[in-house]
């Protein structure tokens, strides 16, 4: 079974082979109406489960719109609404919605749920977000890096904040892409070691810089996220900003970076917090490119896990 449950999962030449396919199929559907078919409709007759434990705009919205794109007919699901994980056991959920389904994508917050679904599943599982990691947000970005600058490969990534799930896969993307990556954020928000030294195995400079300003020197790509996951709880918002108030992407820290450097945030943002405004709508960004990403490599991803 095909499954996409992470960047460090999934073998580079195929990681490679979806970022190409994604551009390839967004430029073959370049100015049509987005809810015109494609050409091609590899997901025809095919039924997809989109799973959601957390709220969501982009993953929702990306997901169904891919799957109908490619022909196949989507099902949205509230965890809330299913018996998954407290009426009956993930497992028994998994074996279930195969019955019924051609691929399931699911949202959750444990990682161990997203894991015991892929074991049980009969048919391919996308990782759509956990507390972990977001590896579709991280193909996306990568393909939007590349369709604005060429390969990653050799450029210097830089994120500033929390060390969260988004910054989890930039991790598993350095190792698997060949980028250098830079860490800057207060102690106490530093990514799990296991990510960085998986990076380093794999030969990519992967480097801690306390000071946001000394840390951008030289970015060919800022990159942030909110303060506050959807798994923090909303006591830590204070702490959070009084930790990483001197982390906010502005003017004067993206200007220590290249003079043709990108910015980025997977969205949704809290403006002025993480980045300023002037930033997130300034020459720099491509936040909205990203945004559209998810849907071309998201049926990049669709087609190599079927096979289709
Ligand atoms: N970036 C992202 O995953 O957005 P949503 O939470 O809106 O899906
Ligand atoms: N780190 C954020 C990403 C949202 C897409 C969260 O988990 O809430």
New binding site residues.
């Given amino acids: 079974m095909t499954h996409f449950l992470d960047i460090n999962k999934t073998d580079a030449p195929a990681l490679r082979h979806m970022i190409d396919h994604a551009i390839s199929m967004k430029n073959a559907r370049a100015d049509r109406p987005k809810g015109q078919p494609d050409d091609e409709q590899p997901l025809a007759g095919q039924m997809v489960a989109l799973i959601f434990e957390?709220?969501?705009?982009?993953?929702?919205v990306?997901f169904d719109v891919g799957v109908r794109q490619m022909g196949g007919q989507t099902m949205v699901l509230s965890g809330a609404d299913m018996q998954l994980g407290h009426g009956e056991t993930i497992a028994d959920t998994a074996r279930v919605l195969s019955r019924y389904v051609d691929m399931i994508m699911i949202?959750t917050f444990e990682e161990q749920t997203l894991l015991e679904m892929a074991e049980h599943a009969s048919v391919p599982v996308i990782n759509?977000?956990t507390n972990r990691t977001?590896p579709?947000?991280i193909m996306a970005d990568i393909m939007t890096f590349e369709e604005h600058r060429g390969p990653i490969a050799g450029k210097k990534v830089v994120w500033s904040g929390d060390g969260n799930n988004v910054f989890a896969s930039f991790a598993h993307a350095a190792g698997q892409f060949g980028f250098d990556l830079t860490f800057t954020g207060p102690q106490p928000l530093d990514p799990e070691p296991g990510f960085l030294d998986e990076a380093r195995a794999k030969g990519a400079n992967v480097e801690i810089v306390r000071d946001p300003h000394k840390a951008v020197k030289g970015a060919d790509l800022v990159v942030t996220d909110t303060w506050v996951s959807?798994h923090d709880p909303v006591s830590a918002r204070e702490r959070r900003h009084n930790q990483l108030r001197g982390y906010q992407v502005n003017a004067e820290l993206m200007a220590k970076a290249k003079p043709d450097a990108l910015f980025m945030h997977?969205?949704?943002a809290h403006r002025d917090d993480e980045a300023t405004s002037e930033i997130m709508d300034g020459p720099h960004s491509v936040i909205f490119d990203e945004?559209e990403n998810?849907l071309h490599a998201q049926k990049a991803i669709m087609r190599w896990c079927l096979g289709v």
């Fill in positions: 957390k709220p969501s705009t982009r993953t929702r990306s949202r759509g977000l977001h579709c947000q959807m997977c969205l949704p945004a998810r």
